[in-house]
């Protein structure tokens, strides 16, 4: 079979791969890499939950080959936190129970991060419509868009890196 | 009453987990050596089967095993277990299909490509039979008969009443009718269906999977596998979602554990979203034909209801919807006489079952609608009429249920003053409003378990540290944190200071699990004896040690064992627990909890109230309706975690007003038009509403600290809310969900027509 080799960084880490260059990112992140925060919840990129950022941008990471982010730099969820001080966005979702089964949150949380990375000061509008390609099925998304809002307000500042 | 940790701002104890990205799904398990399940599913709504050849299929490199009908016991399992008739579905059946979609044989292999390629590879040798797909047609005589023996299609019949019904109606001054119509909708956890099933030589069966409750997939696993339960462990740590759609058997599950039996292997079974969507269970549809007599003045006098419920091809907990949806028609007002008849019809589509509501929904659409159309009639206030009708603290539905706490009159109040203040709305706009009730888990014990509903089995260690083990499931709704809550207020110390093990038949002891809305009140009072045992335990030996004079004169709050009487006066809650743990010979400390219902009436111990008011703006040239603003007043007596409170009540109404407008389960010859996310439409975050929750507080005494439901039953009003607030924006009324934009425009043309 063919397999070519793919050089990315995922989480600060560098990554030299043999893969079967029709392999999906999200597959090489789960199943290569073994980063499971990072979940699928449909076939035709409609659901986010296996959104991921690429250079600081929100990527559907079924939506791309893995060949696609060589010598990029890809953060998932496991990436947000360091050495075990959560991210603004992780502590923000927790204080405003922005998760039910969980099973979407990796995504919102990086969509959310994307977003604020793009847009430091977005109004609720803009968090709505930045968030509009991830579903979730628990939350009602308000207890989301109230977290990304105090993000956005500065309220997590002292724990901005 | 002021509590510690009841009613405080608690993070969710299993947050760091899902922020971070290590909670593990069932969908992120692996094993050592694990094979790739895939199922082939029939293509036709209703055909024998005559032959399966899969030798093709077997021969296919990498292909480990492949599994029909033939390799089973042919079990014909249901969750109803009490009633074999009831307990209709064999998980790759032996004889024939019935709902596009159904399992007839799987394969495993070594990646699930390789699975998927051997499905193509499978002939089965069809016999296609006359099929059925609606229930006002499945229920005529000259109907194909979709389960042997089962004239009209019959599957289940429920018949409630109370009251001299006729003479109800007799002395009403207007009696009014209408037929609704109710669709389906897709639970849609993020999660699919999956499973990894690993069987090993011991005889032991160990099935990781995805499920509301561990117990039920354990019993039901052992009936149709020939085991015994306490050789099966199932795990499920953490659940992608569930919303009434995992807790009944399914082919991951099924086909998972047969294959690994076979192989010795482990096999993992992980749906499709399409897969998901037309192969599982969905939301009853249900036909509903409504009869109301009222008094010139407002009161209720008769009702009388015939629903036919579209079953689909298997019984699952249709049974229960049936139930359910006929109780809650009535509810929550007070009737003289009240009859109900509803009939399940099987028809040769995807099984209907449970989902978030549980037939409520459906039946407070239907009514809600109808009482405003009557309201107007009559020329009634809509909150007047809810007020002069409703339930009251202590009233007795005759012959089903005994009403305790009700806060149903406040709510009603709040949501009056809420709707007042928005003052003249602008043109288009309305604000619609729906009262509401629901169980706090059922009486019925159909699964016929020996076993407590729920239990509880606590253990203090030396260090003072808790570990709370109950089997009930975790699926999100944040039950680990309210236990923990709970155990921690009756013990005294501190939610950090628990431990809460779930999800682990092996571990934890049974339980019927996560539906229902049973388990804040049914698991929360087995947690807090558990605690309360423990508790007395503990204060035995600081009794002994302070010389008090009676134990009851001792508590303990934020790890504090103290005297009631002079709470300065006291120990620390480590030292007594050192203490006690010696004086018992090192044993640990444990307490242990149960509870099951009794002499509760024939639906459920407690019942949740409330009412919900929906603003929506309607555009009268398209017929698009956008939510604005959801309001709800909400009695669920003692609230025990606020933060979880606020989001069982938002993500119920995305759920609920997807309900109303948007989501559906179109067909077309018995298949789903529908079966993915792009043409299945879920509220987004653009299109929520926003939302408020005003807490009208009571207090159950059946309930743990008061407490009682406060998750699914918000799931019922708001696509009733959407109704009323569209005819209250425009003067129409659509009889059938969802409503869309297309029949707010024909509601808008026969308005005009008659007005002409």
Known sequence: MERHLLRVTVNGQEYELYINPKTLLVEVIRDHLGFTGT?????TVSCGACTVMIDGMAVKSCSILAMQAEGKNVTTVEGLEDHGKLHPIQKAFLDHGSYQCGFCTSGMLMASTALLKENPNPTTKEIREGLDGNLCRCTGYNSIVRAVDAVGQGKYKEDQA | ?????????????????????????????????????????????????????????????????????????????????????????????????????????????????????????????????????????????????????????????????????????ENSDYIREDWFKCSGQAHMCMETRCAVAEYTPEGKLTVWTSTQAPYYMQALLAGVLGMKESDIRVISHYTGGGFGGKFELDGAQFCSSVLSMKLFKPVKIVYTREEDLIATKCRTPMYYYVRTGVKKNGKFMAREARVFTEGGAYTSMGATALYLTGFFHSFPYKWEGYRYDGYRVYTNTIPATSMRGFGAPQATFCSETQIDLIAKELGIDRFEIRRMNGHTPNYEVPGQATIA???????????????????????????????????????????????????????????????????????????NTTLAMICAEELGVRVEDIRVHSGDTAECPPDLGAWGSRQTLMAGNATKMAAAEVKRQLLEFAAAKMGVNIVYDLDIKDRWVHSLARPERGLDYFEVVKAALRGKEGQRLMGRGFYTPHRKGMISPAYSYGVQALEIDVDPETGKISLINCVTAHDCGQPINPLGLQGQLEGAISMAAGYGFLEDLPMEDGKILNPNLVDYKLIRAPEMPETEVMEVETYEPEGPFGAKEAGEGLTNPTAAALSTALYDALGVTVKQLPITPEKVLNALREKEKEGK
Not at chain 1, 39 to 43: L, P, Q, S
Not at chain 2, 88 to 102: A, N, S
Not at chain 2, 426 to 454: K, L, Q
């Open chain 2, 405 to 479: 706490s009700c806060g149903l009159e406040q709510c009603i109040n709040k949501i009056e003053d809420w709707v007042k203040s928005r003052g003249k709305l602008p043109a288009n706009r309305g604000i619609g409003i729906s009262s509401y009730g629901f169980m706090s888990g059922g009486i019925f014990n159909w699964f016929d378990t020996p076993y407590s509903f729920s239990s509880a089995v606590i253990t203090v260690n030396c260090d003072g540290k808790v570990d709370l083990h109950v089997g009930a499931q975790d699926i999100g709704q944040g039950s």
């Open chain 1, 39 to 43: 979940k699928r919840g449909c076939e």
């Open chain 2, 1 to 169: 009453m002021k509590y510690n940790i009841l009613n405080t701002h608690t993070h969710n104890i299993d947050g760091i987990a899902k922020v971070t990205g290590r909670a593990q799904y069932t969908f992120d398990i692996t094993r050592p050596g694990m094979l790739y399940g895939k199922i082939l599913r029939s293509p036709h709504p209703h055909a024998k089967i005559k032959n399966i050849d899969y030798s093709k299929a077997l021969a296919l490199s990498g292909v480990k095993a492949v599994v029909t009908g033939k390799d089973t016991l042919g079990v014909k399992q249901g969750i109803w277990r009490r009633y074999s008739e009831l307990c209709d579905e064999q998980i790759l059946p032996l004889e024939k299909v019935r709902y596009i979609g159904e399992p007839v044989a799987a394969v495993a292999a070594i990646t699930e490509e390789i699975a998927e390629a051997a499905l193509d590879l499978i002939e089965v040798d069809y016999e296609v039979l006359p099929a059925v797909y609606d229930a006002m047609e499945g229920i005529k005589k000259d109907a194909p008969m979709i389960h042997e023996g089962v004239e009209r299609n019959i599957n289940v019949t429920r018949h409630i009443e109370w009251g001299d019904v006729e003479e109800a109606f």
